[in-house]
Structure formats: C-alpha cells, structure tokens
C-alpha cells in the first residue's frame, strides 16, 4: 500500500484532525492523551522522545511507547528529537509500527536542547534538516512531519517550511514563536507568520500558540486559514478545552486519576505535575496543601491531597465564601494561566534579579535553607567556592579525571582505553589485563592436562593391543 502525503494523509490516516494535543515532555503520556479524547482531541503526540537514546536503549522505548500502545490512543504521531539523519531514520524505524507518523522536533528552545544540539538550535542548519527530513521521507513506510518555530522575519520563516516541504515534510506544525520567546519573555504568538506559511505551501499546517479557550481555536483558524490547530499550556490546565467547557477541576482531577489506575504504569512525577498545573489556581491560596502535594510518594497520597483541596473548595461554595485569586472565574474553575506580559516581565528582572532571602531563611552563618539541608546530610560539605577542590581535567572530555588514573583520565575515556590496549587501572577497579592473563593461564593449563592425560593413555592403549594379539595366536593354536 503507498504511503500517503500531505492532505491525503490528514483526511484518511487523521480524520481531518482540528484539535490537536502537543508532545510535552513528561506531560502527554498515555493517561493525559486519554484524558485528553475523551474531551474533544483527536489528534495526540507523544511527549519528545531522544532519538540517540531510543535507539540504544530497549528499556527507553518499552517505557516510552511499546509498553503504551492503545487501541483508543489513535490517531498518533511520534516526536523524536535528533541532529543526525542515520540515528533518527533508526529511531523512527523503531517506531513506525507504534504511531501514524513520526515528528522531527524543532521548536524546543530548552537550554537542554541548545546543549545537545536539537530542537529550534538546528533551524539555522538547512542542509542537515534536508537530509534528516528526505531520508526519513525516503526510508519510512509512515509520513514525517515537523514542528518548527518561526523567524523574526516573515520571508524567512516561509523559505523555512518550504524547504522543509521540498525535502518531504507531509504536515509542518508552526509555533508563532521565536526561539527567544520562552519562560518570563514568552510573550504573543505571531499569527500573522502562520498564516503566510499557510499561503505558501501545499501541505497541511497546525497552528500552535496563543490558545487558552476554544473561541481562540475557532478564531485561530478563521484568521490563518490552518487545518487545525495544537494546544499544550491550555490543554494542562484545562483538558476539556476543545469540548469548549470550564468543568471544576476535581471533576478533571478524579476522571485523570481513574485513567492511570486504569492505564498503569505512569510515573509518580508525571500525576504530580498535571495535578499541580490543573490545581494552580487553588493551590496559589491553599499554600499547605501544595506542600503536602509535593512531599507525598505515593498515588494514592497524591488522590488524598486531591480530595482535600475538592473538599476545602466544596467549603468555600457552600458557605459562600469564595476567595478572590484576581481571575475571570473562580480558582476552583478550570482555567488557562496567563503569563504577564514581557515588559512587566522585564521591569521585574531590572529592579530585582532575584528573590531576597527573607531573615528566617538565612543562619548566622549565611546559610540559606536549602544549603543547611546539604549540611546535615553532609556536616563536612564546603560552600566557600576558593577553598573548594580543583579537579584536573580528562585529557580527552574534559570531565574532572582520576587522580590516580594510569592514563591521566575520566573513567569513561579510561575504560575505553584500557580496554582497548588490554591493560589494568587500579584507581578506576579496571582489570582488563589481569583477566586476560588468568583467562590465558587457565587455557594453558587445560591445554597441560590434556597433553598428560594424552601421554598416560598412549600406554595403555598398546599394552591392549598387545594382549588382544596375544588371546588371537592362542585360539589358532589351539584349533
């Protein structure tokens, strides 16, 4: 059966999906994706997957998507993040049986993504992005779509996805924001570089920011013309976003927690983390409650938590006393959070770089909270940075090496060494050599038993004979 491309693809294999879940790392599991259709998506990504770690590790991809496949986790598509076009073909081969395409990441504008080369940090490389996307296309018997971020410039951003669409990009999804645009300076997604990429190719698009209500869905795609259109922060805080509803949040809360008891497993940090993003609001004025949310270890202490906060909330209704948070609906509501804008961001930063520490926070000492909990694990830590120890570097990685390391190096490069030239490093317990001696001492010695045990039959064997011979001259004798 041929592959299908671009429309194609989105009508058949998509069903002409509009509302579409965003891959968040650690946050669209399988449970939140279930969650997630069960009020109006349909369409989910995987969260980021790493491409070189997929490949190399079996235990990464049963955890991360073979130990997830559901018959009503469909249709979906993996993102994988990359920056070599052989390891990224392998992963996504690994995969292609598990999804209905694969994605290539590159809108992740993490520091995480600048130090291992991937996400938004390879837009500038076109080359590398044409052989990764057409080999991919090439290879795969599943479409390959990307997710990108826009340039400041309009006319770049469209030559942008067109070459993605030449090297064989079936549907591109645009984030209307730079790669600069993140944390306090997210600011406004440019809409207006969605719609001139919607013009410009002849595949479908997704549009992706400034989505917090499904009013902004429909008038996303009235104004930018886009097939459909992704939400991530607006789907954490309310996952009946695309069912145009504000339910309370217990109602999400409880209707999740029954979705990963029914879907194990799913980690503990993964529950914590939605439970904190659907309960921001109230958490912001029951400050107990948010402490015990963070400290307790198990699902079931989570659902307690959980039930308390719906409790005190159920409280405040019935008494008729609800606590104003500044917002549009009460906190106990559903609703998206609002970053302020940049330039009240900004302000903040320039009159106060960081949060001063109040009197209570800090000893005689000068030290602060968090440092005198590493002083009672470690009563000898040391916290004055010129009396803290040098480390000479690996000559190859530059990691603090052995200090005892018969080749000067990490154990890393040390182990590869040594093994390499069959040779001991006692600082780093490496016994290459020595094995490869009592390996060789054991063989010689079987070798020695063999030749004795050899040379003690031979005898044996002809005095045999002899006696045969002799038994066969009597019996003719005699007859």
């Not at 921001?280 to 400050?287: G, P, R």
Request: with cysteine; proline share 5%; aromatic share 6%.
């Amino acid at each position: 059966m041929a592959k299908l491309q671009g429309f194609e693809f989105w009508r058949k294999t998509l069903g002409e999906a509009r509302f579409v879940v965003a891959p968040m790392v650690d946050q669209s599991e399988l449970a939140w994706r279930l969650l997630s259709r069960r009020h109006g998506a349909q369409l989910c990504y995987t969260p980021m997957l790493h491409a070189q770690v997929f490949v190399r590790d079996a235990n990464y991809r049963k955890e991360n998507l073979y130990n997830e496949v559901c018959e009503e986790d469909r249709p979906l598509i993996t993102q994988f993040c990359a920056n070599d076009p052989e390891v990224f073909l392998q992963a996504a081969a690994l995969a292609q049986d598990y999804c209905d395409a694969i994605d290539l990441n590159l809108g992740c504008p993490q520091m995480i993504a600048k130090r291992g080369h991937y996400g938004v940090f390879l837009q500038d490389e076109w080359e590398l992005l044409e052989r990764m996307v057409s080999l991919a296309n090439e290879k795969l018997s599943v479409p390959v779509t990307c997710k990108i971020r826009v340039f400041k410039e309009i006319e770049k951003t469209v030559r942008y996805a067109q070459m993605l669409e030449k090297a064989g990009c079936q549907l591109l999804t645009v984030h209307g924001r730079t790669k600069d645009q993140k944390g306090a300076m997210t600011g406004i997604a440019s809409w207006e570089h969605i719609k001139a990429i919607r013009k410009a190719v002849n595949i479908p698009v997704f549009a992706n920011g400034n989505i917090h209500h499904l009013s902004d869905v429909e008038r996303c795609i009235q104004e930018t013309g886009v097939q459909g259109v992704m939400s991530a922060e607006g789907n954490l805080h309310n996952p009946a976003l695309f069912e145009g509803r504000s339910p309370p949040v217990w109602e999400m809360a409880e209707e999740y927690l029954e979705v990963v008891k029914q879907y194990p497993p799913c980690s503990l940090s993964y529950i914590r983390a939605h439970l904190f993003k659907l309960w921001h609001h109230t958490l912001q004025i029951h400050q107990d409650l948010r402490e015990d949310l963070a400290k307790v270890k198990t699902l079931e202490g989570l659902a307690h938590v959980s039930a308390q906060l719906k409790q005190r909330c159920q409280e405040e209704i019935s008494g008729g006393d609800e606590k104003d948070g500044g917002l549009p609906l009460p906190h106990w509501i559903c609703q998206p959070y609002v970053r302020p804008p940049c330039q009240e961001a900004e302000v903040r930063s320039t009159v106060c770089q960081k949060r001063a520490l109040e009197d209570s926070d800090r000893t005689a000492e000068g030290l602060s909270k968090n440092k005198l909990k590493k002083r009672s694990r470690n009563p000898n830590k040391n916290f004055c940075p010129e009396l803290k120890p040098k480390y000479l570097k690996c000559e190859q990685c530059g990691n603090p090496k052995g200090n005892k390391c018969v080749f000067s190096l990490c154990r890393g490069c040390c182990k590869k060494k040594a093994f390499k030239e069959v040779a001991d490093c006692p600082s780093h317990g490496l016994r290459f050599k020595t094995k490869a001696d009592k390996q060789k001492a054991e063989e010689d010695q079987q070798k020695e038993c063999e030749r004795t045990e050899a040379s003690v039959t031979e005898p044996d064997r002809n005095k045999q004979t002899a006696e045969a011979a002799a038994a066969s001259c009597r019996e003719q004798t005699e007859a």
